[in-house]
């Protein structure tokens, strides 16, 4: 893995428009951070768009001061992510973009992160949509570089594939390796053509407001034929989510309810069923779909349980003493 700073100069045969899509809320800070990496990108031939849902922090009047050739989009608040990104295709898309990037606004990339992507795809052909892997500023390590979501079952054993062969004739040098994906990316660095849009349409914002809705566009997109590939040079440095739940609520019943239910939260249950039904055959639904389903609550009882000393207290003797009673039915049972 190459150490942040390094880049290399990467050259294209020709320079599509980029529109590239933050959505935010109320995260100036960090949306600036990724402004500012972004037009420090070497790529020349590419628009913002930020996506302000509603912010009330200053978002929309400070960007425009500091950095007028992005683009606002603004949101009523209620857009999340599904409806912020799909705000951002209208107004990119109309303007005659090329080619569309989606990142968070908790990401920063590489010098070369959109030019390698941009050099992939044009190796690749119109059909393919580049992924760039996502290391983690915390860590310094790949957060995702191909692997499956958690839900599936090669969760834990899955392996890369090998890098493709090199397709000669754009972009400087021979560099520019890529790998095949057989599962999603997410929304963190994905660069995809502009036409992809017309054919698969846009994010399902009604069904997947927020979480795995990415996950179900890039099903709907490999219905549709395109082909995933990973620019294994092209890195998006990604800031781990912070909760902002305090220990002392973990396992509480409203973390519990939250934890299965809100629209916040990537274990949302009934979104997650959706996405698995509409992807899954009706079997392969059955045997992923029950035992997450049994592991989150087996997960969340004990957690609370612990949670609660008495209760554990209780729980441990009635336990014994159900041992106890069948020990002793045991033994009289056989004299």
Known sequence: MRERGQTDQVTVDSTPLVGVIIPTHNRWALA??????LLSDDYPAKTIYLVDDGSVDGTADACREKYPQVRICKGDGDLWWSGAINLGLERALGDGVDL???????NRVERSTISEMVVCH????QDTIIAARTVSTVTGIDEWAGDPPRWHPDYGRWQPSPSLPAVPGVGAGAGHPVRKLDHPPGGRGVLFPATCFKTVGQIDQRRFPHY??????????MKFGYRYLLAERAVV????????????????WRWCFNFLLSRRSAMNLPTLRRLLRRHLAAAEYRAIWYPIVWRSLTWLASGWVN????????????????????????GGAGQ
Request: no cysteine; glycine share 6%; net charge positive.
């Open 100 to 106: 569309i990037a989606w990142f968070n606004d908790d």
């Open 122 to 125: 044009q190796r690749h052909g």
């Open 307 to 330: 949670r609660h000393p008495r209760t554990r207290r209780s729980i441990r003797g009635t336990w014994r003493l159900l041992n106890l009673l069948r020990e002793g039915f045991r």
């Open 237 to 252: 440095w990604n800031r781990p989510n912070q909760n902002g739940q305090a220990p002392s609520d973990q396992f509480s």
């Open 32 to 37: 600036e951070e990724a402004i500012r990496s």
């Open 212 to 221: 795995w809705a990415d996950h179900d566009f890039h099903y709907r997109a």
